[in-house]
Each structure stands twice: as C-alpha cells, then as structure tokens.
C-alpha cells in the first residue's frame, strides 16, 4: 500500500515536471542569458550530450556545486585507479564548479552539465549515457533522475548523504513521506554525512540495512595539484610580499559579511598598520563589487585577477577568482571562514583551512558543517574557534600578538584534519551495506569488490 502511494504521488510529480518543461526551458535560456549558465554548453542541462559515450561500463557520479564535486574526486581518482577498465562520467550543475573541477580531474573521466531533473531531459541522458552505476553527493535527490535510474535497473548510491532541517520537514509532510520514502528504497547504499543525518534518512523510512558511515568526504579534500608555472610564480611572489607583515584571511564569505570583515579589519589596521586582510567572497563578482566600493571611499585594493601588486599602503587583498582558495590558504596563519555569520547561513568546509595548517575560525551559522566542527573540536579543542562577529576582532588579535597561542590553534587544527580525513575514501569506496545477494554492479557501485562482469 505504501508503495502504492508513493507511485502515485511519483506520477503526478513527473506529470507536473512534464507540463513545465516549456516555463522551465525558458527559464534556462533565461539564464544563459544572464550568463548563469555556460554559453556554448546549456544544453547538456536537456540532455543533450556534448561528448561520445565510450563503450563498456559507466559509472556516474553527481555533485551540485563545487563543494560536492571537489567531495567526489578522491573518490572518483581512487575508482580510476581500481578499475581502469571502467568509464567515469561526472556532472555538476553550477558553471561555478565546472570551471574549477574539468582541471581537477583526471584526464579520461567524461565531465558534463547535469541534466534538469524534468522527464524528456533525464530520460535523454539515462538513455545516452546508459550508466551501469550511479553515485550521487549529499542531497540531490530528484524523483525523475532516482525512479528513471530504477526502472532501467541502474545501482544508486549517496555519499555524504544530508538534508537541512527544513527539507526534512517537508519530506516528512504526510503527503510527501511515500514519495521519499519509495525513492529511498531505491538506494543500495546511503552513506549519511553524520550519525544525525543517518537517523533523518530513518525516519524517512530508509531500509536500515542499506545505511552505513564512512565519514566526511570533505575532510579527505588534501589533493591541491600542481600550480601551473605562471600561478605558482605570482603566489611566490604574493608570498614574499606578505612575508613580513601580518596576514589574516576571510574565505567564502556571502553578501553582507563583508561588513563584518571591514569592520574587523577597520579595527585591526589601528593596532597594526602593516597588517593585511585577503578577503576571498563566494563569488567572484561579489569581490569586484567589494573593491569598487572600497576604491569610491579612497581605500587601496590588491585585486587578484589584475595581479595587483601589495604596496606598503595597501591592506585589502580580494581574491576575485575561482578554484585557488586552498592555494591562498597556504600565505595566511590564520583562516575566518564565512558564510557562517549572518542568520540562515550554512557554513563552509573548514577542514581545507585546517588541512593546510591554518588557525580555522568560524561563525556560529554552519548548518550541516557543524558536524564537522564538533568532531575537530571532539579531537582537539583549539582545532576550531566558533565566534559571533562581534568578537571576531577579539579572536583575531588574540591569534596575531600571541604566537604560542596561534601556533597551537594551527597544529591542532592540522592534526584534527588528519585523524578525520585518515581512510574516508578507503572506507567511501570500499564500503559494502548489510544485504544479502548484492549484484555485480552493486558491488562495483558500494565497493568495487569484484567488479562489474567478474
């Protein structure tokens, strides 16, 4: 009877995404048009591929954003290496995360656009691609893409499973519950991002016996590649421009934090005039707009993109580029990581500040990143310093006149990365769920033990 009703209500979710297509197709060239979608590749979000299918089995993975597509490429690297004899195709949804991870990945994984999650687009990319196994990231589940996957009789898994309260709650209405609750039944393997995201998914009545736990995959985010050799001449250089001043970073800050980071910055110049704050917003636009304003009140700025030099009066640096935050991470001791301070955030991956050593500091709105942080703080509790932004100012004094206090902060920082980052993808992929008679391609799909076609 349960699966009954979560046909149903299956059905008219697919009629109703069906009958908008039209609004929704407009809706994307709407967005090409405003340049939020890539100009010469749109069209992979109808399913249109772009490039040839190779022949043999297909694995695809999914990430929404640039944090779930970076999550995905340890474990992508280590399935490549396990089973070379098996094609990779990754997507993502946001032009943000496409230009930085096609140069992360390896040279022979297929990447594309995600297709949206309407019935002609997605039955178009099934039939396409054919995938044998699909690996989706934290929270993208969409009704088509899961229940087309299921009828062609494609394994599912989801690494780094998660849902905000708010989805939450609306999953679990009366009149949606069978509907998560069939496209869960779906899954051979769901690897929740934390013990509470586990207990979510329970309630939404996932078979038990398909959840396990494998830790954070952002935590095991550790590979920054090789700097192209003009990139890594102009971080040296920046390098050695910093190398005698003090040097704090704010990372992926939103709209509107920016405030709270001038002001803290404001205060810190009074104490040490040298000092020099490296602002890295969410978006790379955002960072122009934030010099633009600064440069209309008379306050010098070092802009990234135009490879400005940091002249002894100037205290800004905006890093108004994608993909080079964890190369920045690298020139400064200590790390704010925002999106954390303004009411409704969610918070950022504070573990890329902590992998390379630095002070890691955050706001107190980190949503589903809270986990992360309680389990650093569980390891070391100097790993990671939530504050409002009123005592930001505080915090960071603290850190910049006190060298054995920063040191600490820095070393456990690092250390808590490690201990949590040690065997997740190891544990990612080899993971197999509590069920009897798995087939060929759910074993390949939860551990890549014995493989497709042995």
């Known amino acids: 009877m349960a699966i009954e009703c979560g046909d149903l209500v299956y059905k008219f979710y697919r009629a109703l995404t069906y009958g908008l297509t039209p609004l929704i197709h407009l809706h994307l060239r709407w967005r090409k048009f405003r340049g939020h979608e890539h100009p010469l590749r749109w069209r992979e979000r109808l399913g249109r591929p772009s490039l040839h299918r190779p022949p043999g089995p297909l694995i695809w993975f999914h990430a929404v954003s640039l944090g779930e597509g970076m999550a995905a490429i340890p474990v992508i690297k280590c399935c490549v290496e396990r089973r070379s004899d098996v094609a990779v195709l990754m997507t993502t949804t946001t032009s943000s995360a496409f230009e930085v991870i096609k140069n992360q990945l390896p040279s022979d994984v297929i990447y594309q656009f995600a297709p949206l999650d309407i ?4 039955d178009a990319f099934l039939g396409y691609w054919k995938p044998n196994a699909i690996i989706l990231l934290e929270s993208e589940l969409w009704p088509n893409l899961i229940m087309g996957a299921a009828r062609n009789g494609i394994a599912l898994t989801l690494l780094n499973g998660r849902m ?3 989805s939450f709650q609306i999953w679990s209405q009366p009149e949606i519950l069978p509907l998560i609750r069939l496209m869960l039944s ?17 309630l939404l009545q996932a078979p038990p016996f398909i959840i ?58 009074q104490m040490h005039p040298d000092i020099v704050t490296i602002i890295v917003p969410r978006q790379p636009q955002h960072g122009r707009e934030i010099a633009v304003k600064l440069q209309k009140e008379g306050v010098l700025v070092a802009l990234r993109s135009r490879q400005d030099k940091l002249t002894p009066g100037t205290n800004i640096y905006i890093v108004d580029s994608l993909g080079e935050l964890r ?12 999106g954390s301070f303004l009411p409704g955030s969610a918070g950022h991956n504070i573990s890329e500040a902590a992998a390379t050593g630095c002070a890691v500091l ?32 505080d915090a960071v004094t603290e850190l910049l006149c006190n060298d054995e206090i920063l040191e600490a902060r820095r ?43 042995s």
């Not at 779906?186 to 329970?202: C, D, N, R």
């Not at 590649?225 to 939103?254: C, N, P, Y």
């Open 119 to 122: 019935p002609t687009a997605m």
């Open 164 to 166: 905000s309260n708010k």
């Open 186 to 202: 779906k899954f051979s393997l769901i690897l929740p991002l934390s013990t509470k995201q586990g207990i979510h998914f329970q």
């Open 212 to 269: 396990n736990f494998s830790g954070d995959l952002k935590c095991a985010i550790d590979d920054f590649g090789i700097l192209e050799e003009v990139e890594k001449r102009i971080q040296e250089d920046l390098q050695m421009q910093l190398a005698h001043r003090k040097v704090w970073m704010a990372s992926s800050i939103h709209k509107a934090e920016e405030d709270v980071i001038l002001r803290a910055h404001n205060i810190l110049k």
């Open 327 to 338: 190369d920045f991470y690298r020139l400064t001791p200590i790390a704010v990581v925002g």
């Open 362 to 393: 955050t706001g107190h709105h980190i949503g589903h990143f809270s986990q992360m942080a309680l389990e650093m703080q569980r390891l070391n509790p100097l790993s990671v310093l939530q504050i409002s932004g009123e005592k930001l100012v």
């Open 411 to 453: 070393t456990a920082a690092k250390q808590a990365h490690h201990a949590l980052s040690s065997g997740i993808v190891e544990n990612a992929v080899g993971m197999k769920p509590l069920a009897p008679a798995l087939s060929v391609e759910d074993r390949f799909l939860v551990g890549l033990g014995g493989g497709l076609g």
